[in-house]
């Protein structure tokens, strides 16, 4: 595919724009994004803002039909940017335009920004509450492992090694975001614990405040911590297999997101509304660790 690569005010504006949504969200990809070379990181912004774009569809208070028409107008503006031509480009939002250079430069594949819009819709249309495993598998592969599928061809690895770190990366980060945020999530009405294993430790409850209140909720979200330490270990083994300087941001994202499943367990399984995690010196010290020096 060929997209026009001269820069434009409206590119300009565009680059600015996801930038700023980066900056403002105080994600913990920030300082992994960092590391990267400047087109690299260009890339991986646009590649952040849509994602966050979407999720803000998927979360925002809208009746369910407004959110799966403005997640549609996402889809014909991703099938607009792989189309091609002066004239698509034109017509599009500037996220959407930020990711046009990143697209042709790094080949981002359009099957996996269509399974990240995917995800949000099981979202738009929930709320989802205690899916099955395959369901939450599902649902992991595209808000997260689609998400890293993309990520490595921004950071230079479009190959099965590297989708081999998204996979399993993808799903210990979701897994460790959905314990973390169970008391969240309820306040939208959502619980993503897996039936399967409310149903093992004797939770016949969906509803989420329900659920949160059980005696038996800790044994649940040990289960599901120690599945995520699973996959941390999966992905651990596939970066081995990686160049490292590539693979630098995916790296210091794993360790970040050990040290909030660690803190997740230290505190235990009860005060769901006591925020943990590692600060933001702790943070920026892994980007130094692991990602530079």
Avoid at 36 to 47: T, V
Avoid at 109 to 124: H, N, P, S, T, Y
Wanted: hydrophobic letters at 45%.
């Amino acid at each position: 595919m060929s997209l026009a690569a001269s820069e434009t005010p409206q590119d300009l504006e565009a680059s600015e724009s996801v930038q700023q949504v980066v900056v403002n969200s105080g994600t913990s990809f920030f300082w992994a994004m960092r590391l990267l070379p400047e087109n690299r990181r260009k890339g991986m912004f646009a590649i952040y803002a849509f994602c966050r774009e979407v999720d803000d569809i998927a979360d925002e208070p809208a009746p369910k039909a407004a959110k799966a028409e403005a997640l549609g107008k996402w889809r014909a503006e991703i099938e607009r940017l792989y189309a091609g031509g002066a004239d698509n480009l034109e017509a599009l939002s500037p996220t959407a335009r930020a990711l046009a250079e990143p697209i042709a430069e790094f080949s981002l594949r359009k099957q996996d920004f269509l399974a990240v819009i995917d995800g949000m819709e099981m979202d738009a249309a929930g709320p989802i509450q205690g899916p099955t495993m395959t369901e939450l598998e599902r649902y992991c592969d595209r808000v997260a492992c689609a998400v890293g599928r993309l990520s490595v061809h921004a950071f230079g690895v479009p190959n099965a090694k590297g989708y081999a770190v998204a996979d399993t990366l993808g799903h210990a980060l979701q897994l460790t975001n959905i314990l973390r945020d169970l008391h969240e999530d309820a306040k939208t009405d959502r619980l993503y614990l897996p039936v399967e294993l409310l149903e093992k430790h004797g939770i016949g409850e969906r509803r989420p405040e329900k659920v949160l209140n059980h005696p038996a909720l800790p044994a649940v979200c040990e289960e599901l911590a120690q599945i995520a330490r699973g996959r941390f270990e999966e992905a651990a083994a596939a970066l081995k297999q990686c160049t490292r300087r590539e693979m630098r941001p995916a790296n210091v994202m794993m360790r970040v997101y050990r040290k909030i499943l660690d803190a997740l367990e230290a505190r235990g399984w009860k005060d769901l509304d006591r925020e943990v995690g590692p600060s933001k010196a702790a943070k920026i010290w892994i980007a130094l660790r692991y990602g530079i020096i």
